[in-house]
């Protein structure tokens, strides 16, 4: 009788251990669950590490212009912020403020709400080249009648009039070296034919 009452008590331990040891685990595991909901919530990325000095990449350098905000509120709004820091090399055609306001107001509030994500994300990564194209480069491929391809899949053709160099049909206004490739800042919004 004895060995009886101390087999149930000894099951009766047990069963109260294991119980409170799973208890404690689910609590551990939803602490575990909200951080990583937490986390998730965050941006994470190249793009959102801090870098203090050194050359600026394509999306330092347009967060640092005065004349490409309106390009850093699409790039936020598309999600694409990590697609121009990458360590490239890579070739970005970054449309001014003025090439924006040629877009009529009503299509570009559109293009920033959140379900057109998807479509400014498109139309953003056509501005994209994966590769290192400097003005020599462009030249080069204007002369030889080759298209470049851009991250949105598409191609897009470089010419060159009266010395001026035009990528999908708009001009190249100016140009800057940065960490990760070469940024062209051009007149119009190069717009996918898709």
């Not at 551990?28 to 669950?33: H, T, W, Y």
């Not at 937490?38 to 990325?45: I, L, P, V």
């Not at 990449?57 to 999600?79: F, I, P, W, Y």
């Not at 403020?97 to 379900?115: G, H, Q, V, Y």
Request: negative net charge; charged residues 20%; hydrophobic residues 40%.
């Amino acid at each position: 009788m004895k060995t009886l009452i101390k087999s149930l008590l000894l099951f009766a331990f047990l069963g109260c251990f294991v119980a409170c040891n799973n208890s404690a685990k689910s609590s551990e595991d939803n602490a575990s669950q909200t951080t990583t909901n937490d986390t998730s919530n965050e941006k994470t990325g190249q793009a959102f590490i801090k870098d203090e000095g050194g050359t600026p990449n394509a999306l330092q350098l347009a967060m640092q212009s005065e004349d490409h905000t309106t390009l850093v509120t699409a790039v936020q709004a598309a999600g694409v912020e990590n697609a121009l820091v990458n360590v490239g090399p890579l070739t970005v055609f970054a449309p001014n403020n003025t090439a924006f306001s040629k877009i009529d107001e009503a299509t570009l509030n559109d293009l920033l709400k959140p379900e057109n994500k998807g479509k400014l994300a498109l139309i953003l990564t056509n501005h994209v080249a994966p590769s290192n194209f400097p003005v020599e480069m462009l030249k080069k491929n204007a002369e030889k009648n080759r298209k470049l391809y851009m991250a949105s899949g598409e191609y897009v053709e470089v010419t060159q009039q009266d010395g001026d160099l035009y990528v999908g049909g708009t001009k190249i206004i100016a140009t800057v070296n940065v960490s990760n490739g070469w940024v062209h800042i051009v007149e119009d919004v190069i717009l996918p034919k898709n």
